[in-house]
């Protein structure tokens, strides 16, 4: 089998190989904003761990309670992004969605057309905890296609990720997210688009750190804790001057 390639994409870019969101989805009318910092790379026995600076952007909407769509952009090029849940959205302990996504980017010029397609299916499993926080699995298969020097070659890669959601406030969210996807199908020639080095042992790897704007559906607002009133002040002492002698 052909050595497997590390997507680089024109050369600071590359495909996101993860989620960075909930299990459960928004609800109806609720709108959430996310920055994704990160770092996104490959390994292999051969060429070592290589590694680049990853960051997107993302904006998602509750169309029904069970349905969002949303976009991310930056060094993942531009994915389109679903949701569908597949649990009640009033499940207290589980919340189980498919969020399907495709995305890419194509360049030609001159007799050259290069570009990196990929399609994308998680399953993520979020366990809900006290507070809005959540475990969140995403076990998932990605497919790409790699157009590069006039040829197109497929890449089928399983693999899963690991995120936990971290309520700060009704607002705002932290997701640190673990991802890694195994190619088990695929090989091509470089181009510019790509570099070679990665065995049939290759592994892309990605962290990201999602910052997430925006109260999703179940986050109630946080209030300061009201205890009950205090007890009413005694009235004031008049005081009789004591009788005379």
């Not at 952009?73 to 597949?86: D, I, N, V």
């Not at 205890?227 to 004031?236: D, R």
Request: hydrophobic share 45%; glycine share 14%.
């Amino acid at each position: 089998m052909r050595a497997l390639l590390l997507l680089l994409g024109f050369a600071t870019g590359c495909a996101s190989i993860s989620s960075v969101q909930s299990a459960d989805t928004l609800g109806k009318g609720n709108v959430q904003g996310a920055v994704e910092p990160g770092l996104w790379g490959g390994t292999s026995s051969r060429s070592g761990v290589q590694v680049i600076p990853h960051v997107d952007g993302a904006v998602r909407f509750g169309v029904t309670d069970r349905v969002d769509l949303g976009v991310r952009a930056g060094m993942s090029f531009l994915e389109f992004q679903t949701k569908f849940l597949l649990t009640e959205p009033a499940n207290p302990r589980l919340a189980m969605s498919l969020a399907p996504s495709v995305g890419g980017i194509f360049s030609s010029g001159g007799n050259t057309q290069e570009g990196i397609f990929d399609v994308a299916v998680p399953l993520l499993v979020g366990f809900k905890l006290a507070g809005g926080h959540q475990l969140i699995l995403g076990p998932r298969v990605q497919a790409f296609v790699i157009v590069a020097n006039g040829l197109a070659t497929p890449i089928v890669a399983p693999g899963s990720s690991v995120g936990f959601l971290w309520q700060v406030s009704d607002n705002f969210g932290l997701l640190p997210e673990f991802a890694v996807l195994v190619p088990v199908v695929g090989g091509a020639t470089s181009g510019r688009l790509l570099f070679q080095g990665l065995d049939t042992g290759a592994a892309f790897v990605q962290f990201k750190l999602g910052l997430l704007f925006g109260r999703p559906r179940g986050v109630e607002p946080r209030r300061a804790p009201t205890g009950p009133p205090p007890p009413p002040l005694p009235p004031p002492e008049t005081g009789e001057p004591p009788p005379s002698l």
